[in-house]
């Protein structure tokens, strides 16, 4: 299990170009920057990449901060947490979170590996809510040195050179309305809840849960095949009531549905709404062997002898070339009708090379020791994926684990053997990261054999490495009859040699 997190400039390390260079060019804004609005009303804001003619593989914005106390974010999204509109600039959304306590915006994007952006574009679009009066700045954490804020990857470099922030006006709503000098109705009901929906062949089904404010009058559904209505003017009108489901009939097969759900008041004051898409398709014929399926939840499966195969992550996805607009949703009780294969997990190894690597969700490979751990965990030999060694090369290797409930460290040596690492500053002296470091369970630590084997980097001597003691093993026929392996010698640096206690030769 890995403990660094999916931010961009890390998960893209696996489609850096050698040997390119990019030059500081991408722009971040919000727009608009300034405006004047009053509490209780609601306005949107977009953020605006500009690659300056430069092309780009993903975005992070880490973090885009507001003031909490003046400003709240209405919900874009369905799923747990509170979401802002993701733009279609790039292929797939790797974060999308709000803090709502600390007032923190924290997205990012990447394409595929096979596409590149360039141009200028919606990234995301944020719903405010005024709550208070005052002056609200909106501001991107960015520094020209730093790579874990907000960035632009451009084949492994960050390519952003500036930044433009945003300040808006808030005050209190007008006096009005009854003669009798009360405040005029600026708040929308709440945005509905649970929204869910299932595609056959020609018809949808959505369902929801409507808000539970005094003055909710009911909801207008309107959908778009374009992209997600901004406005309850924005697109075909679906339905308008108080119920809390309906059906979409005599739609086009194969076909992406936009839809989105404003919840109004008797003013009447609309929500900023809550968007799904859904996707019909041709269920019977299209879900045979080879299909990409996923109901209602975010698994997506691949059909393969009539089975359902989980893909685990991004990079199983990507590593058999699988897109994702093939992916259909269907009901969920007809993905139950599929029995479940063994999962299908990114495994890889290079041409000529027998090592086998799993790539794990935030890009990096991990060596498998032995045909006993990989069957272990549950994979397919039919389901390794050989490439060339230099596009192997670009997954980062994980060198160190430790277990969870245990603070010691071990290195990973290339052959799949583990050696403890003896203090923090053999650690340090190898340019290690403490981010870098994967926990694992104890079922997989046993399956990497001890490293007790060594000699020092550019020395041909050979050491035995017994509780924290290198002994020199004096000549080849000494290593031979105590039943050493040649193989299993690593090498070290002078900091990890000296930390080691010396004893008497092995002759």
Not at 240 to 251: M, P
Not at 286 to 307: F, M, N, P, R, T
Not at 382 to 389: G, L, N, R, T, Y
Request: glycine share 8%; proline share 3%; hydrophobic share 35%.
């Amino acid at each position: 299990m890995s403990i660094i997190k999916k931010y961009l400039l890390i998960g893209w390390a696996i489609f850096f170009a050698l040997g390119c260079q990019s030059v500081l060019a991408a722009t971040l804004s919000v727009s608009p920057a300034s405006g004047n609005y009053q509490v209780g009303n609601t306005f949107n804001v977009s953020i605006i990449l500009d690659t300056q003619a430069v092309n780009s593989h993903g975005v992070d914005i880490h973090y885009l901060n507001y003031n909490p106390a003046l400003l709240e974010i209405q919900d874009a999204a369905t799923t747990t947490g509170i979401q802002i509109s993701a733009g279609s600039l790039f292929f797939n959304t790797q974060v999308n979170s709000v803090n709502a306590s600390l007032g923190q915006i924290d997205f990012s994007q990447l394409t595929t590996d096979s596409e590149v952006y360039n141009g200028s574009g919606t990234l995301a679009t944020i719903t405010f809510r005024v709550l208070a009066a005052g002056t609200a700045s909106l501001t991107f954490n960015y520094s020209q040195i730093a790579t874990t804020d907000c960035n632009v990857a451009s084949n492994g470099q960050d390519i952003l050179s500036s930044v433009t922030n945003g300040n808006y006006t808030l005050t209190s709503a007008s006096g009005g309305g009854g003669g009798g000098g009360g405040w005029a109705d600026y708040d929308p009901p709440a945005n509905v809840s649970n929204l869910t929906g299932t595609a056959s062949t020609t018809q949808i089904e959505l369902s929801w849960q409507n808000p539970i404010d005094a003055d909710f009058e009911g909801v207008i559904i309107i959908k778009k095949t374009s992209g997600y209505p901004q406005n309850k003017d924005d697109g075909e009108l679906v339905y308008q009531g108080k119920i809390n489901s309906c059906a979409d009939t005599g739609l086009s097969e194969t076909t992406d549905y936009y839809y989105k759900i404003f919840s109004y008041d008797e003013v009447p004051n609309y929500s900023s709404g809550a968007g799904i898409k859904i996707t019909t398709g041709q269920i019977k014929a299209a879900l045979g062997d080879g299909a990409l399926i996923k109901g209602s939840g975010q698994k997506v499966y691949l059909i393969e002898d009539g089975k359902k195969r989980w893909i685990v992550n991004y990079y199983s996805f990507i590593l058999r070339k699988l897109l994702w607009p093939q992916v259909i949703t269907i009901l969920d009780q007809e993905l139950a009708n599929y029995p479940d294969g063994p999962r299908l997990a990114a495994l890889i190894r290079a041409e000529q090379d027998s090592k086998v690597y799993v790539i794990e969700d935030n890009g990096f490979k991990k060596h498998i020791p032995s045909a006993e751990a990989f069957n272990s965990y549950g994979y397919q030999w039919q389901d390794i994926i050989v490439v060339k060694p230099q596009d192997l090369s670009q997954y980062p290797r994980v060198k160190h684990i430790k277990l969870e409930n245990d603070d010691k460290i071990y290195y990973l040596t290339e052959t799949g053997l583990k050696r403890h690492v003896l203090s923090p500053e053999v650690f340090l002296s190898y340019q290690n990261k403490w981010n870098e470091i994967f926990t694992i369970s104890e079922t997989e630590f046993a399956f990497y054999l001890i490293n007790n084997l060594i000699k020092l980097q550019n020395d041909n001597k050979t050491y035995l490495i017994e509780n924290n003691i290198k002994r020199w093993i004096k000549t080849a026929e000494a290593f031979n009859s105590h039943g050493y392996d040649w193989s299993k010698i690593a090498p070290v640096n002078q900091a990890e040699f000296d930390a080691f206690q010396t004893a008497d030769a092995i002759e």
